[in-house]
Structure formats: C-alpha cells, structure tokens
C-alpha cells in the first residue's frame, strides 16, 4: 500500500498562496486518481480537487479558480497551489490514492490575520 506524506501548510494572511506537497511511497501512485481533501474544524472531510490518471483535473466549487492540483511523476509527488485563500479555508488538507484507498496524516492550513 503506498504510504503518502504531506507537507507545506502553515499560517497564511486572507488572500494569500500555499502550496501542498504530498510525496508518495511508490511509483503507481503516478497512475492513480489522486486528490486532496480537507477538514474545516468541526466538520467532516471534503474534497477539494482531484486528478485522473489520464492527467485531467476536477475541482470543487469552494475552490474553483483558486486552486490548481498537479503532479511531478518523476517525483511521486501531488501538488495543491492554493491562491486567494479565505479564512474558510482554514483545514487539514489530506491527499488520497483512491487504488488504495491511502490517506496521509494531514498537514494543517490557518487562514487568520
């Protein structure tokens, strides 16, 4: 089972940038439907975005045109840029493989002035 770790969440300012990294185990992954998907405090997990194995994206509406999600196959790596980003935002944000149903442990994004 490919193990994932993310990476890069921190405190922002409203209306600033992050960029998730999560790296993978295993090759496969590159060949999976992969996504992020985040868990506002108090409430349940939802998705974000996604990308196929054909290389085609889906995002949500909360943070369509805000968000672009991409892949480095020569580094086993999804990536999540967030721009803009509102203090509903703030969340752990988890990347998924759905082949093996895997999630990693979550990196903590804080939107707050």
């Known amino acids: 089972q490919v193990q994932l770790v993310e990476s890069g969440g921190g405190l922002v300012q409203p209306g600033g940038t992050l960029r998730l990294s999560c790296l993978a185990s295993g090759s496969a992954f590159n060949t999976h439907r992969v996504a992020w998907f985040r868990r506002p405090p108090g409430m349940q997990r939802e998705l974000v975005a996604q990308?196929?194995?054909?290389?085609?994206?889906g995002y949500e509406d909360l943070v369509k045109g805000r968000s672009t999600i991409s892949r480095d196959s020569a580094k086993n790596a999804l990536y999540l840029q967030m721009d803009s980003l509102k203090p509903e935002d703030t969340a752990v944000y988890y990347c998924?493989?759905?082949?093996?149903?895997?999630w990693g442990q979550g990196t903590q994004v804080t939107v707050s002035s």
């Open positions: 990308i196929f194995a054909d290389g085609s994206t």
């Open positions: 998924y493989d759905y082949f093996d149903n895997s």
